[in-house]
């Protein structure tokens, strides 16, 4: 399961930065692509909101 952006994404860019596949885009909020997600949680690993969230 690929993991998606909450609301509470503050677009700090935190997430992207920790992503070893480049699947998150920025945006309000950012997005993560689900076909290139590999679900490691690095990007719920590096917010500071918690916006990231197994799907």
Same mark, same amino acid.
């Given at each position: 399961m690929a993991?998606?952006?909450q609301? $509470? !994404?503050i677009a700090c860019g935190a997430c %992207? *930065? +920790?992503c070893p596949v480049d699947a998150i $885009? +920025?945006?309000t909020p950012y997005a993560i692509d689900a +076909?290139? !997600?590999i679900d490691c949680g690095a990007c719920a690993g590096a917010c500071p909101v918690e *916006?990231? %969230?197994e799907a």
């Amino acid at each position: 399961m690929a993991y998606t952006i909450q609301d $509470s !994404c503050i677009a700090c860019g935190a997430c %992207v *930065a +920790e992503c070893p596949v480049d699947a998150i $885009s +920025e945006g309000t909020p950012y997005a993560i692509d689900a +076909e290139k !997600c590999i679900d490691c949680g690095a990007c719920a690993g590096a917010c500071p909101v918690e *916006a990231p %969230v197994e799907a």
